[in-house]
């Protein structure tokens, strides 16, 4: 489908059939000293600072050697579910945010732009008037509900609101967990929900040595849940989890059982379908976990629940118990392994229960968006209106809005290369209109005057890498955006 003129309505901008070439011609000064602006080469606008905008930011600054590029996040902080998803044990995997930022900014032609939220502060037609092209890379936060009955009750939370409250998301600061029970249930089995299985057994000594939030760590520690039970609607071999976090729980001191044995072990493990290689390798991985956990005294016990679904949260005033239903495995339509419920039934006393069945993008106005699958529709990339099914020029998608919530953090470095690709074809190509010739700081600066820049968010890290020195940790985060803005506003 070809690109279709997008018409701007700025008197100041040329003729949206005019092309846009790319001057050869090196600027003499620095981009971010200019308040007017040469219309040659790019602008581009990328809103989200987790690790999709990061990687979208640094390849058009590589690749495009005039191209200058603005990253908002609506956080003061940069990083995405880097800083906010990634369980605080794992704090190394953090690195990539100041590496990569690092990286832009010694090209001299970025800007951070933190703390400015696009549909709130500055609008997609804003950029649309400032920019040749915007990248929307702004993830999928929002939660999936489970569809059962009591899902509301005190005491049943989003896997995603305590993973926030744990790492310090300005969001859940207040939000409060009552840990005093001695069970827990997760429901969802992909590495969200095991993450927060091995924090909530996590000893306090080993989440001391953490960025873990300094209110969850004061929680956690003094936390009876001695049981965490996580359950899945389909087997060992189908499970969301991948292998590598299976074998991170070995460091967890706690002993791990399933309710189906060892996998490797079962005769018809792969009745189903036929095993994959990744379908294997996780089934080795839980099969290693078992052995090694065989010999534990821990007081902490891990139970993977196979082959179960919840039917519904049962309690009065606060969550009492899970009804749960057996399940069996089939072949779908499309050759997938589906569960099919059973009449087998049974009921886990608990007072806490955390749903870790997916996240869902959020829509942002003024861009069309999928309900169903919760993401922007695109082809390779380029954003699709959803009625004309034709592309809305000089409008990308990229990361977990692009293609729903799952991948690694690497996977969104492939995302973003196949979306710049397209972006840069089609600047080459001179379908990008040019935008108009004032610089849209200023009326960032207006509409939000507590923005955040790169040097800003240096001083918000080095405050909390000090903070987190004098008591042994890689940092301790600040977690209110108030805090955040005045440690950026000192001398
Ligand atoms: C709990 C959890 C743990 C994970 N742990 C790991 C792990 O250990 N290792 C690993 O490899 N992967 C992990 N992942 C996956 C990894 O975090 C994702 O692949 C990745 O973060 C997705 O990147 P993204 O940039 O698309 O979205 P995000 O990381 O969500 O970034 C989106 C950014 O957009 C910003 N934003 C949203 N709306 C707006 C707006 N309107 N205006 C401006 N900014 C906006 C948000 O503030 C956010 O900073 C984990 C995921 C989760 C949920």
Redesign the pocket.
């Known amino acids: 489908m070809p690109v279709a003129k997008r018409a701007r309505s700025t008197p100041s901008s040329p003729s949206a059939a005019s092309p846009v070439t790319c001057t050869r011609t090196r600027r003499s000064t620095p981009a971010t000293s200019t308040t007017s602006m040469n219309n040659n080469s790019l602008r581009a606008a990328v ?8 990687y979208t930011t640094v390849e058009i600054l590589n690749r495009s050697p005039h191209a200058r590029v603005d990253l ?4 003061p ?11 605080p044990d ?1 704090h190394d ?1 953090r690195n990539l945010i100041s590496v990569y930022l690092r990286k832009a900014l010694a090209t001299g032609r970025f800007r951070y732009c933190g703390n ?5 502060h500055i609008s997609v037609a804003e950029l649309d008037r400032h920019y040749h092209a915007a990248v929307y ?5 929002d939660d999936r509900s489970l569809g059962v009955p009591g899902e509301n009750l005190l005491g049943v939370h989003a ?2 609101e305590f ?1 926030g409250w744990y790492n310090g998301h300005p969001d859940y600061t207040d939000m409060k967990f009552d840990l005093s029970g001695h069970r827990t249930v997760v429901i969802g089995n992909g ?2 929900a095991l ?1 927060v299985a091995r924090i909530l057994l996590q000893r306090p000594h080993a989440l001391i040595r953490t960025d873990i939030s300094e209110h969850a760590l004061e929680a956690l520690t003094t936390s009876k849940i001695r049981e965490v039970i996580i359950v899945g609607r389909r087997g060992p071999h189908q499970a969301s989890y991948t292998a590598s ?1 299976l074998i991170a729980l070995r460091e967890l001191d706690a002993a791990v059982h399933t309710n189906l044995g060892d996998p490797e072990l079962r005769p018809d493990r792969h009745v189903a379908e036929a095993p994959t290689y990744a379908s294997v390798v996780k089934a080795k991985a839980m099969s290693d976990l078992l052995r090694a956990s065989q010999q534990s005294r821990s007081d902490r016990q891990l139970t993977f629940q196979f082959l179960t679904s919840p039917v519904a949260i049962l309690g009065t005033d606060r969550v009492e118990s899970v009804r749960l239903v057996s399940n069996t495995l089939g072949i779908g339509p499309d050759r997938t392994v589906v569960a099919h419920a059973t009449t087998e039934s049974q009921t886990l006393q608990t007072d806490l229960v955390f749903k870790s069945v997916g ?1 869902r993008g ?1 829509r ?1 106005n003024g861009l069309p968006f999928d309900q169903v699958r919760a993401v922007i529709p695109s082809r390779r990339g380029r954003i699709i209106d959803l009625d004309t099914e034709s592309t809305v020029p000089g409008h990308y998608v ?5 293609r729903g ?8 470095k492939a995302c973003a290369k196949e979306t710049v690709a397209s972006l840069l074809h089609d600047y080459e190509a001179g379908l990008l209109a040019a935008p108009g010739t004032s610089d849209i700081a200023s009326l960032r600066a207006v509409r939000q005057p507590d923005q955040i820049s790169l040097e800003d968010w240096s001083r918000i890290d080095r405050h909390e890498q000090r903070a987190g020195q004098s008591a042994g940790r890689p940092r301790r985060k600040l977690v209110t955006v108030a805090d955040m803005v005045a440690v950026a506003r000192r001398n």
């Not at 908002?72 to 956080?75: A, E, G, I, K, T």
């Not at 902080?77 to 800083?83: A, D, K, N, Q, S």
């Not at 990229?398 to 692009?402: L, Q, R, S, V």
């Open positions: 809103v989200g600072a987790g690790p999709s905008g990061i908002y996040d609506l956080l902080t940069p990083g995405g579910l880097v800083r906010y998803g990634v369980a794992h995997r400015v939220e696009v549909g709130k890379a702004h993830g999928a936060s896997a995603a993973v590495n969200v993450d976090e996240y959020r942002i990229t990361g977990w809005i692009k919530p799952s991948g690694v953090i690497g996977t969104n």
